[in-house]
């Protein structure tokens, strides 16, 4: 997920689930080439392992080029994403786009596939309008080289609207020989677990932000006390500040301190969820300009309690 799943939200992720599979956040191919402040993006630590690059474009040298470059650092395999229906990534024949495109779609791929040693994994949707063309989109996609499918429920049209539809991707396991995950609406750990079927396994997305806990096995373990979200949220918020002063070092970024603050705010909304707060505490929170304000103002969540 783009601006959520950053190496500082991966380590955290990592510390409630040794198992997951992380993947990085949806990043350009040709920006990775061209951009050091882009490369920087994925960044990885050792612990982060097993660890996916998601990559978007359309040229397959880019795919290739990034690609190598991302394997020579260690990332354990190359996600394609072939599902994001932004209008703006769609219109440059990126993300959904490519649906409307097979062949471009399996060059993409098979180039990456005989370049790379790691995993190809490709992420897509139903399809464009409905699911019609799911099994031999995919079909192509695997005798291509991807050796793992993740499909997103719904179809471009929906883009995020309406409910995910996970029966087209029980009926698509049926036809491919290579793993196949689903995604959409994963609330937690049982509920991927019973959206399952015959499926290889599933992906929590946006549930996710700002909620490391979707990922415990152990319900009673999912409903963490106030406390336990400060000290989360500290560590979070830590280790954004930390990545952030490494970009100033290196002269990517000014004022890493802001930075980190504003950062920090579209995962600060998912931590306080579910939680009785007084609506000028939200505001304050949101609006802190400076670290120490900040910081008195988390540790002072802690007098807060779960909604009845």
């Known amino acids: 997920m783009d601006g959520i799943t950053d190496t500082a939200y991966?380590?955290?992720?990592?510390?409630?689930?040794?198992?997951?599979?992380?993947?990085?956040?949806?990043?350009?191919?040709?920006?990775f080439l061209r951009s050091a402040k882009v490369r920087r993006r994925l960044d990885f630590d050792p612990e982060?392992?097993?660890?996916f690059v998601q990559l978007f474009g359309s040229t397959p040298g880019s795919f290739v080029e990034a690609a190598l470059a991302l394997q020579d650092q260690g990332v354990a395999g190359i996600d394609i994403n072939m599902g994001c229906p932004s209008k703006k990534i769609v219109?440059?024949?990126?993300?959904?786009?490519?649906?409307?495109?097979?062949?471009?779609?399996?060059r993409i791929v098979e180039a990456v596939a005989n370049a790379c040693r790691v995993d190809v994994s490709v992420k897509?949707?139903?399809?464009?309008?409905?699911?019609?063309?799911?099994?031999?989109?995919?079909?192509?996609?695997?005798?291509?080289g991807a050796?793992?499918?993740?499909?997103?429920?719904?179809?471009?049209?929906?883009?995020?609207?309406?409910?995910?539809?996970?029966a087209p991707i029980q009926v698509l396991k049926d036809h491919l020989s290579v793993p196949v995950l689903g995604n959409g609406d994963v609330r937690h750990f049982d509920d991927g677990v019973a959206k399952l079927g015959r499926l290889d396994g599933f992906m929590i997305g946006r549930a996710a932000i700002g909620n490391p806990w979707v990922f415990l096995r152990d319900?009673?373990?999912?409903?963490?006390?106030?406390?336990?979200?400060?000290?989360?949220?500290?560590?979070?918020?830590?280790?954004?500040?930390?990545?952030?002063?490494?970009?100033?070092?290196?002269?990517?970024v000014r004022d890493p301190e802001r930075l980190a603050l504003i950062e920090f705010r579209k995962h600060l909304v998912g931590y306080l969820r579910g939680?009785?707060?007084?609506?000028?505490?939200?505001?304050a929170l949101l609006e802190a300009n400076d670290e120490a304000s900040f910081l008195r103002l988390v540790d002072g969540l802690r007098e807060y309690r779960l909604a009845a």
């Open 219 to 252: 319900p009673a373990r999912r409903q963490p006390s106030m406390g336990e979200r400060v000290e989360t949220i500290l560590l979070h918020y830590r280790l954004i500040h930390e990545m952030k002063r490494e970009d100033a070092s290196r002269r990517l």
């Open 147 to 166: 050796s793992l499918i993740t499909i997103h429920g719904r179809t471009y049209d929906q883009s995020f609207s309406g409910r995910a539809d996970w």
């Open 91 to 106: 219109a440059s024949q990126h993300g959904s786009g490519l649906m409307r495109d097979v062949d471009a779609a399996c």
């Open 275 to 283: 939680f009785e707060m007084a609506k000028h505490a939200r505001v």
């Open 10 to 31: 991966r380590r955290v992720v990592r510390r409630f689930d040794r198992d997951v599979v992380l993947f990085s956040e949806f990043t350009s191919a040709d920006g």
């Open 124 to 144: 897509t949707r139903l399809g464009w309008r409905d699911a019609s063309g799911l099994v031999p989109f995919t079909r192509a996609l695997a005798d291509a």
């Open 48 to 51: 982060e392992q097993p660890y």
